[in-house]
């Protein structure tokens, strides 16, 4: 369960049962040693998709029978190829397809579509090709609305230039445990960018949790929270850690590095010469840089009316106004950034839905949106990617201090019903700090249990 939430406790007590009080459902998340699948998968298509037949392969390659059809036992996932679906026929079809197969999906279960891009649809079938791809964006967000016991549903859309090979690290997010608080969901795969490191060899038996193994990762903000997850969960894939705090967080920072096995920089983002500090610790020490996330950030609330300059100021300072200028130090020529860099900014539900007394850190979220898929061509045209996550109501020390009617409804406003942990953000940043995540650029990814707020 997560956190100090007792309602999500009680709720699975027999007692509770009886009284009908809605149950919190317990998570599957990923733990170490784990297999990538927990059971049989179905895989069908509706229209003429070219998925089915390479995500079938990828189930069975992973040691899980992919069916073709519902049948008494229970489903681990569900995966329907429409990306070539046109007509309203065919949507008609996915109807047929999912209605039996949701019934059988279990507990924590993973349900994806595979879709096309709307644009290219109409471009090439016509206005009903377009029509039926956008529906699929509000097919999915509803079928997440619906299930239960913790299953998700999330789309994934893919370009016509999109090579089946380039969806893997998707389906081995989606229809893993790594995937436990990212619900209805679209994300949109292309081309890849940047060249992927060599696989590791297949008799390797750590080959699939050490998936960031040779791979350098900065994360700011990492002495505590979520950017203390982040780095956690980053080493135990396999990356080497450089752990980037302020020097009044020093104490925490020297935690961070040394529980990961990693090292540690005390750096104000803010400062003037903080992208060169940076960018030159990283040459120097590391001899360069695969992962960037930027998770540094501050809160200054205060309602508008009440708003001073130097709040405003200091958010928009940390929290956009670093990011800006440290990512334009990675595109300058020379930088040390490696093929196949990602780039992670962690954005915030705030952004996107608003919230009341946080006009300030709300802007600066979404200045972070903003600024991912203005700069997302320009990484492709240095072989990396730049992608944000947006965290909702996430179970952290600071989320313990709200007052206990704020803290409930943060919970419960989500298809989960339940707030996240901050290792639900950081698996979500491992899986598009992957080399092999080159076909994801310009994304946002919400890791918010499917919110109701700002959806």
């Given at each position: 369960m997560?956190g100090?939430?007792?309602?999500a406790?009680?709720?699975?007590?027999?007692?509770?049962?009886?009284?009908?009080?809605?149950?919190?459902p317990?998570?599957?998340?990923?733990?170490?040693g784990?297999?990538?699948?927990?059971?049989?998968?179905?895989?069908?298509?509706?229209?003429?998709?070219?998925?089915?037949?390479?995500?079938?392969?990828f189930?069975?390659?992973h040691g899980?029978p992919?069916?073709?059809?519902?049948?008494?036992?229970?489903?681990?996932?569900?995966?329907?190829?429409?990306?070539?679906?046109?007509?309203?026929?065919?949507?008609?079809?996915a109807?047929?397809?999912?209605?039996?197969?949701?019934?059988?999906?279990?507990?924590s279960?993973?349900?994806l579509?595979?879709?096309?891009?709307?644009?290219?649809?109409?471009?090439?079938?016509?206005?009903?090709?377009a029509a039926?791809?956008?529906?699929?964006d509000?097919?999915v967000?509803?079928?997440?609305?619906?299930l239960?016991?913790?299953?998700?549903?999330?789309?994934?859309?893919?370009?016509?230039?999109?090579p089946?090979?380039?969806?893997?690290?998707?389906?081995?997010?989606?229809?893993?445990?790594r995937?436990?608080?990212?619900?209805?969901?679209?994300?949109?795969?292309?081309?890849p960018?940047?060249?992927?490191?060599?696989?590791?060899?297949?008799?390797?038996?750590?080959?699939?949790e050490?998936?960031?193994?040779?791979?350098?990762a900065v994360?700011t903000?990492?002495a505590?929270?979520i950017g203390?997850a982040?780095?956690?969960?980053?080493a135990?894939?396999?990356?080497?850690?450089?752990?980037?705090?302020?020097?009044?967080?020093?104490?925490?920072?020297?935690?961070?590095?040394n529980?990961?096995?990693?090292?540690?920089?005390?750096?104000d983002?803010?400062?003037?010469?903080?992208?060169?500090?940076?960018?030159?610790?990283?040459?120097?020490?590391?001899?360069g840089v695969?992962?960037v996330v930027?998770?540094?950030?501050?809160?200054?609330?205060?309602?508008?009316a009440?708003?001073?300059?130097?709040?405003?100021?200091?958010?928009?300072?940390?929290?956009?106004?670093?990011?800006?200028r440290?990512n334009?130090?990675?595109?300058?020529?020379?930088?040390?950034?490696?093929?196949a860099?990602?780039?992670v900014?962690?954005?915030?539900?705030?952004?996107?839905?608003?919230?009341?007394?946080q006009?300030?850190?709300?802007?600066?979220?979404?200045?972070?949106?903003?600024?991912?898929?203005?700069l997302a061509?320009?990484?492709?045209?240095?072989?990396a990617?730049i992608?944000?996550?947006?965290?909702g109501?996430?179970e952290?020390?600071?989320?313990?201090?709200?007052?206990?009617?704020?803290?409930?409804?943060?919970?419960?406003?989500?298809?989960?019903?339940?707030g996240?942990?901050?290792?639900?953000?950081?698996?979500?940043?491992?899986?598009?700090?992957r080399?092999?995540?080159?076909?994801?650029?310009?994304?946002?990814?919400r890791?918010?249990?499917?919110?109701?707020?700002?959806?």
């Amino acid at each position: 369960m997560t956190g100090n939430d007792l309602l999500a406790t009680l709720s699975n007590t027999p007692i509770a049962r009886q009284l009908g009080v809605p149950t919190v459902p317990a998570l599957r998340r990923h733990r170490p040693g784990d297999p990538l699948l927990a059971g049989p998968v179905l895989v069908a298509s509706a229209g003429t998709g070219r998925f089915a037949t390479p995500v079938a392969a990828f189930v069975e390659e992973h040691g899980q029978p992919a069916v073709s059809e519902p049948a008494e036992e229970t489903l681990h996932g569900v995966v329907v190829d429409l990306s070539g679906a046109t007509t309203l026929a065919d949507l008609a079809a996915a109807q047929q397809i999912l209605t039996p197969a949701v019934r059988r999906l279990g507990p924590s279960g993973r349900l994806l579509l595979i879709g096309a891009e709307p644009a290219e649809a109409v471009a090439s079938a016509g206005a009903e090709a377009a029509a039926v791809a956008q529906g699929l964006d509000g097919l999915v967000r509803s079928i997440g609305k619906e299930l239960r016991a913790g299953a998700t549903a999330n789309l994934l859309v893919a370009a016509e230039a999109t090579p089946p090979a380039a969806l893997d690290s998707s389906l081995r997010f989606f229809l893993s445990a790594r995937s436990a608080y990212v619900d209805g969901q679209v994300v949109h795969v292309g081309t890849p960018v940047g060249t992927p490191q060599e696989p590791a060899e297949v008799d390797d038996p750590r080959a699939e949790e050490r998936p960031l193994a040779g791979r350098t990762a900065v994360v700011t903000g990492a002495a505590r929270g979520i950017g203390a997850a982040v780095a956690d969960t980053l080493a135990r894939d396999g990356a080497t850690i450089v752990a980037v705090d302020v020097p009044a967080a020093g104490e925490g920072l020297a935690a961070t590095a040394n529980r990961t096995g990693g090292t540690a920089l005390q750096l104000d983002i803010t400062a003037d010469d903080a992208p060169e500090r940076l960018l030159r610790h990283l040459a120097e020490r590391h001899g360069g840089v695969d992962l960037v996330v930027h998770n540094a950030g501050i809160t200054r609330d205060k309602l508008l009316a009440n708003m001073t300059e130097d709040r405003w100021n200091a958010v928009l300072a940390v929290n956009l106004g670093a990011q800006l200028r440290i990512n334009e130090a990675l595109l300058a020529a020379g930088s040390p950034l490696h093929d196949a860099g990602r780039i992670v900014c962690v954005s915030s539900q705030s952004g996107i839905a608003g919230n009341r007394g946080q006009t300030n850190y709300a802007a600066s979220k979404a200045g972070v949106i903003g600024m991912v898929r203005a700069l997302a061509p320009r990484f492709a045209g240095r072989g990396a990617t730049i992608n944000a996550v947006a965290p909702g109501f996430i179970e952290t020390e600071m989320t313990q201090t709200m007052p206990l009617g704020t803290r409930e409804a943060g919970r419960r406003v989500n298809s989960l019903r339940q707030g996240g942990l901050p290792v639900d953000v950081a698996e979500t940043i491992g899986w598009l700090g992957r080399a092999e995540s080159g076909g994801l650029n310009g994304q946002v990814v919400r890791v918010c249990g499917q919110s109701m707020l700002g959806a």
